[in-house]
């Protein structure tokens, strides 16, 4: 579960900053800007978390748009005086810690938040099925106010469908934070994203009840 408050960032094709951003990520990672979702800037604040995941998907549905994340980019954007580390609890490497560690951050590899900092993970094996060791938490604040911006890469364009729902339908989410997205608004503050203009299709149709799924049955 996800307690910190969230801001997608859709401007990358009239923004030079977002959209140098998005060129080093690309350069980094070696993965086209094509197959990035909008970069998601995130604010925790006191006991402010993100419970243990995994960024790949776990249902075809998610992969309707470029099929799954293949790797994360986590950007840092401030320093946080105490907490907030990123933790990745499945690894086995010993990783010293003194008490500038927060509890949280005690077992598995931690990576303390740092402004101006950024690590990436990859969620799928190189055969593209997914990375159990990839599993990773946001530990909570306890002094101070943490910024970050997360960029979620996938396998294909993203802005492209894979393939469509069962029975054809085109009526899905693209991503596994669209209900979280709607219900904070984005489909009011963001509809070009959410909803689709022109060719874009838009990621969150099914959330923002811009359309209705369709059920097959047999005969």
């Known amino acids: ?6 801001q997608l960032v859709t401007c990358a094709l009239t923004d030079p900053i977002v959209d140098g951003i998005e060129e080093k990520i690309a350069d ?21 978390k993100y419970e243990a995941h995994f960024d790949y998907f776990h249902d075809k549905n998610n992969q309707a748009l470029g099929g799954h994340r293949i790797a994360t980019v986590l950007m840092y954007l401030s320093d946080v005086e105490f907490g907030g580390e990123t933790v990745f609890p499945s690894a086995t490497t ?39 060791s990839s599993l990773h ?7 101070g106010e ?22 054809g339908s085109s009526c899905y989410d693209a991503s596994d ?21 022109g060719n874009f299709p838009g990621k969150c149709r099914k959330s923002c009840k811009a359309c209705t799924p369709t059920t097959q049955f047999s005969k």
């Open 146 to 167: 943490k910024w970050s911006a997360t960029k979620w890469l996938h396998v294909g364009n993203f802005d492209q469908p894979s393939f469509k729902t069962s029975g």
């Open 177 to 197: 934070h669209c209900v979280e997205w709607a219900a904070a608004g984005e489909c009011e503050r963001n509809p070009e994203f959410m909803l689709g203009a």
């Open 137 to 143: 938490t946001g530990c909570p604040v306890i002094r």
């Open 1 to 6: 579960m996800q307690t910190a408050i969230q």
């Open 94 to 132: 010993d990783q010293p810690k003194d008490s500038t560690w927060s509890d949280c951050a005690r077992r598995g590899v931690a990576v303390k938040p740092r402004k101006g900092d950024a690590i990436l993970f990859f969620n799928l094996h190189p055969d593209a099925t997914p990375d159990p």
């Open 28 to 48: 980094w990672t070696h993965i086209p800007k094509e197959n990035g979702e909008a970069i998601q800037v995130l604010r925790y604040q006191y006991q402010e």
